[in-house]
């Protein structure tokens, strides 16, 4: 089972939308493929389940409770998936209420439990992807120690430039102190324009300090605003597209 973590702690960058199009590509192509909603925001969970997507329960918030009170027979951890409307591909949701939990969950040293969960889901699934909050929190930390690969969503913008190197110094922190097994796979030029001269200019920065950066990039577009309204995953509702064929190529990148 192939685990990895879409992070940024910037918002508006796009994790959402990455990881649940590559999570459809990836259960279009025949892997069973579960979806981790770990952003209260709950961007993965409407993209995937639709408006009603509240009321789908149990959801990532009833995990972590139950990890706070011993039981004598806890749910197993698929308790807590649910199917979405595509073949191969669930889901995990989120709640909005999920901060409620974090200062109670740092002080019983909770940052393993996600872990212990893909573990016992290993047999299950192929891939799992995980959307993480805009910030390096509980949430994200455990989203980091589950995994072995972290893919960084990346918007051509001289701040979020600046940024980068401090959420790749929390990630190698990470990996010395609680997962040696993690890697970061790569960096994901979003909204891209490659017409304009400051994204070039920037991703060459990238690139000449030797970071990750992959080749395949993702357009901005007025299709990934229209996947949103219809809730539906590009692979699905424009397989044709040029915004779809970007995704289909990031992928494949990230497969070999």
């Known amino acids: 089972m192939i685990k990895r973590v879409v992070f940024n702690q910037k918002g508006g960058v796009g994790k959402s939308s990455i990881a649940v199009n590559l999570a459809a590509i990836s259960a279009a192509r025949g892997k069973r493929t579960l ?28 995990f972590f409770e139950q990890t706070l009170t011993f039981q004598m027979k806890p749910n197993g951890p698929e308790h807590y998936v649910h199917a979405t409307p595509y073949e191969n591909l669930s889901v995990i949701p989120s709640n909005s209420d999920l901060g409620d939990l974090q200062s109670k969950l740092e002080s019983k ?44 969503p990346f918007d051509c913008d001289e701040f979020a430039r ?22 970061v796979e790569g960096i994901v030029v979003n ?12 991703v060459d920065e990238l690139l000449d300090d030797d970071l990750p950066v992959l080749n395949a990039k993702i357009s901005a577009s007025v299709k990934m605003k229209e996947s949103h309204d219809e809730t ?12 779809t064929l970007q995704f289909i190529e990031l992928f494949e990148e990230l497969s070999h």
């Open 162 to 183: 600046q940024a980068l190197y401090s959420l790749l110094a929390n990630v190698h922190e990470t990996k010395e102190d609680h997962n040696d097994a993690l890697v």
């Open 109 to 152: 040293h909770k940052i393993y439990k996600l872990k212990d969960a893909l573990e016992q889901l290993s047999d299950d699934y192929d891939a799992v992807y995980i959307d993480t909050p805009p910030a390096f929190n509980f949430y994200t930390l455990s989203a980091l120690v589950a995994s072995e690969r972290c893919l960084i």
């Open 35 to 62: 979806v981790i909603d770990l952003d209260p925001q709950c961007n993965s969970s409407h993209y995937l389940l639709g408006e009603g997507y509240q009321d789908v329960k149990p959801d990532i918030k009833d």
């Open 191 to 202: 909204q891209y324009q490659p017409r304009a001269s400051l994204p070039k200019r920037i």
């Open 232 to 243: 539906r995953p590009l692979i699905h509702m424009s397989p044709k597209h040029k915004l």
